[in-house]
């Protein structure tokens, strides 16, 4: 296996894409997390290995077989050595980058800790930098959040979607006293995050659970359309009352379902730009989020000539897209629309050739692959390196991936 991003996808040929939905109906924390991957059927020894490369003594995990309320789940314990430290985000950092750790893991890791102290830095009112973790900053969490990071890449899972998490009701003891559920910086993780009802008493999120939920959900809702291959339960510490206190994911492919998914177009005719000054828009555009970005030239009022600038990007990115739009070009207004889209499925894998290994890209359709193209880097790189003509190279990779991985007609 090798990793393009943060997370696994396979080697000649093998199918990547996998996704997860978790089900909150019982919250999540931490340990449920880890529970969960291993009762999928990420190995226990495999988990406990990648929390070992952070070089800490003594500090992995180990996995046994339980049940809530009758239903049978893993539960994952952290075995760590015993100290009283209270540590900043740039010592856990430190821990992680230290760490032999894939870059795509400590990444996820530093992401979901930067999460929790902003979290923490909000609610006492200090400086990110003053936040001592206090609970989270403990060995536990330290391996809850690096082995989920870790997990997620041994899985080769690459989306992960959520249910509304459930949060509990009541109060929970913690080290600032008795708070009500949830917990001050727990409910500051949610923001953004819609919650389920639950009848039962208690802290069923915790801030570990959440930060991780926040950092790595692609939705919160019902179930992606995907095809099943496996599932498993992560269990909490607590029996439940009226719910098992179980963490369920599903995991499986991403599904032929190609139902006609939506995207924002906006658009602003600009009479009044440079080409270089139009390029280094299109790139900042980009940068802010843009799924594609395309100039034209057009004639305006007066037969002045002009350029359409057209932008599609997700409605969630709208306004920061815009924002771009407006800081580095000279419109006055764009107008936007929605629209509907169909993408074939893509996936990354890694196939070997004469000049090493490159990357290709694959798109099928009703889980059938029909496109089958190098990446562009990839060649460019081979190219430069090799002193070889582009067409050459490009043509060379093109065939021996299609031998790897032949579309079907």
Not at 64 to 84: D, F, I, Q, S, Y
Not at 367 to 388: C, H, N, Q, T
């Amino acid at each position: 296996m090798r990793t393009t991003g943060g997370f696994v996808t396979q080697q000649h040929g093998k199918r990547a894409g996998m996704i997860a939905y978790f089900d909150c109906l019982s919250g999540i924390s931490g340990d449920m997390f880890l529970g969960a991957l291993v009762d999928a059927g990420l190995a226990v020894e495999d988990l406990s290995a990648a929390i070992g490369k952070l070089g800490i003594e003594g500090l992995g995990v180990t996995a046994e077989k339980v049940t809530r309320l009758g239903m049978a789940a893993t539960k994952v314990n952290v075995v760590a050595p015993h100290e009283h430290v209270h540590r900043h985000l740039k010592d856990i950092e430190k821990i992680i980058d230290s760490s032999t750790l894939s870059d795509g893991v400590k990444s996820l890791a530093k992401r979901i800790f930067a999460r929790v102290a902003e979290a923490e830095a909000k609610v006492h009112g200090h400086p990110v930098e003053k936040v001592h973790f206090h609970e989270v900053g403990a060995l536990d969490s330290i391996a809850d959040i690096v082995g989920a990071a870790a997990g997620l890449e041994l899985l080769g899972i690459e989306k992960c979607y959520f249910s509304p998490i459930a949060v509990g009701s009541g109060t929970v003891k913690m080290a600032h006293g008795v708070l009500p559920v949830p917990a001050p910086a727990t409910a500051e993780l949610l923001s953004g995050i819609p919650v389920a009802q639950s009848e039962e008493k208690g802290e069923l999120a915790t801030p570990t659970g959440v930060a991780i939920a926040g950092e790595i959900s692609c939705g919160f809702g019902g179930m992606p359309a995907m095809t099943v291959r496996g599932g498993g339960s992560g269990a909490g510490s607590r029996q439940g009352e009226k719910t098992p206190n179980i963490l369920r994911v599903i995991v499986g492919e991403t599904s032929s379902d190609k139902t006609a998914k939506k995207v924002t177009v906006i658009e602003a005719a600009i009479d009044d730009m440079t080409g270089e000054a139009l390029g280094y828009a299109r790139e900042a555009i980009f940068a802010a989020g843009a799924l594609d970005v395309y100039i034209t030239a057009i004639s305006m009022k007066k037969g002045r000539p002009a350029h359409l600038v057209t932008i599609l990007t997700a409605e969630k990115d709208r306004e920061q897209v815009m924002e771009a739009l407006f800081a580095e070009t000279t419109t006055f207004g764009a107008r936007y629309s929605e629209w509907r889209r169909e993408t074939l499925d893509r996936r990354v894998v890694e196939v070997e050739s004469e000049w090493g290994s490159f990357r290709v890209k694959i798109g099928s359709r009703a889980g059938r692959d029909v496109s089958v193209a190098p990446e562009y880097e990839d060649v460019r790189k081979i190219a430069a390196e090799r002193g070889l003509p582009f067409r050459h190279v490009y043509s060379v990779l093109a065939e021996r991936a299609r031998e790897e991985i032949e579309p079907q007609a």
